[in-house]
């Protein structure tokens, strides 16, 4: 995606939190910066790889995650998430549920090229579908189904800006993070307990 923006959530879109719910803590990492986030085109599901740029913000948190333990290192299979992943902290395993939004006949296009309403409904990231694409329900369906499968713990997670949007979202935030950026979020108290970022993300995008 090519839109940093903080924005008041409109509500708890994904599931609501409950006291009976096991420890779930999320380390959510947003992958490097692409071409696509330089250009300020959308990148949705398009397989674009890092630039060098990405590449130095991804060695850039390899020190905030060393000697960390996580039940679990996952990632999109996306090849920018993946390469984020490796040079970060180490191999992850690929899940196709934490892609970005699929942009559909958007992929590729400029930002301020796309129509006003649609626009506006990505700022928003409020009942936004992409034509030929997802709306903002598939993405939090599938975000839904990935966690809804994770043993209880620390899981460490690399995404997406749209993606990891939705999930702090869900915690009455609505935070676009920085490439190469890192939020900690305790999922079973819907609580947001820190974000580091990066210090090399000085361009915007998704």
Known sequence: MGILVDRPARGRHLDPVSAELPPLELWLVRHGETIRNSDGRLSGWQDVPLTELGREQARWLRPHLAGQRFEGVWSSDLARAVETA?????????DARLREIGFGELEGVPFLEIPEALQRGLLDFE??????GEGVADLEGRLR???AEL???RHLVFSH???IRALTRALGEN????????AV???SARR???VVENELAHRFGG
């Open 86 to 94: 490796e040079l970060a902290f180490g191999p992850a395993r690929a």
């Open 127 to 132: 009942g936004f579908q992409a034509p030929g």
């Open 145 to 147: 189904a990935f966690l």
């Open 151 to 153: 043993q209880p713990g």
């Open 161 to 163: 800006g749209g993606a």
């Open 175 to 182: 935070r676009f993070l920085p490439n190469g950026s890192l």
């Open 185 to 187: 979020v305790d999922w």
């Open 192 to 194: 947001l307990r820190r």
